[in-house]
Each structure stands twice: as C-alpha cells, then as structure tokens.
Nanobody, 129 residues
Framework: QVQLGESGGGLVQPGGSLKLSCTASGNILSINTMGWYRQTPGNQRELVATIAQGRTITYADPVKGRFTISRVNAKNTIFLQMDSLDPEDTAVYYC???????????????????????WGQGTQVTVSS
C-alpha cells in the first residue's frame, strides 16, 4: 500500500557530502514519523535520524553536527544532508515511515484505516578515498 522511493546514494571521498531523498507514495492519509536508518554487513540496522510530523528531530550521536534531516510534508518527502562524511558512515541507508493508510473510499470517505511501518529498498553510501 505504501512505497518509499530513495535516491542520492553513491561513492564520495572522506570529508565530502551527499544528499539522500525519500518520497512516500500510495494510499496515504497521513505520515507520522519519517527517518533514516543504516546497516553494515553483519550488524543490526541502526538509527541515523528521524523527523516527526510536528518537526521534532532526533539524531544518533555519531551523526550529530554533520547530518541534517528535513521534511516537506506536502510532498511526503524527506531529505538527509550528509556533510563531513567519514568512512565509518559507509552503509546501506534505509528510509522509514510510519504511515496511516486507507484501503478503499466509501461515499467519498477513506475507509479501512490502519497504521503501519514501511521501509525503502535501501541506497548504498560508500565513503572512501
């Protein structure tokens, strides 16, 4: 019911910058929290940053002061500006969204509402010289 499309990953040198984008589409009524997580081989997926609909933002300690998350509610889109990248930031980055959806429209009113968590396919970020 919900698709998260990510873009912006790639290869960058240490100290460089990248900007990730993620757009949610589907039968969406509202999006609560959106964010980014990352995962390296053999490790669990870890929080990078989240932004709530009310703009409350959370950053993981390793990225504070270097990464900036932002959101355009009207476009169901979030961004992650990553500056001063370090080889330790190399990972697959996943977009996340907590979304209220509907399954059908009855007499012009969305019905079959439910809230769920959704993930993107992931985009590779590699920081290397």
């Amino acid at each position: 019911q919900v698709q998260l499309g990510e873009s912006g990953g790639g290869l960058v040198q240490p100290g460089g910058s990248l900007k990730l984008s993620c757009t949610a589409s589907g039968n969406i009524l509202s999006i609560n929290t959106m964010g980014w997580y990352r995962q390296t081989p053999g490790n669990q997926r870890e929080l990078v940053a989240t932004i709530a609909q009310g703009r409350t933002i959370t950053y993981a300690d390793p990225v504070k002061g270097r990464f900036t998350i932002s959101r355009v509610n009207a476009k169901n889109t979030i961004f992650l500006q990553m500056d001063s990248l370090d080889p330790e930031d190399t990972a697959v980055y996943y977009c996340y969204a907590n979304v209220e959806t509907y399954s059908e429209v009855r007499f012009g009113i969305p019905a079959g509402r439910k809230v769920g968590n959704y993930w993107g396919q992931g985009t590779q970020v590699t920081v290397s010289s």
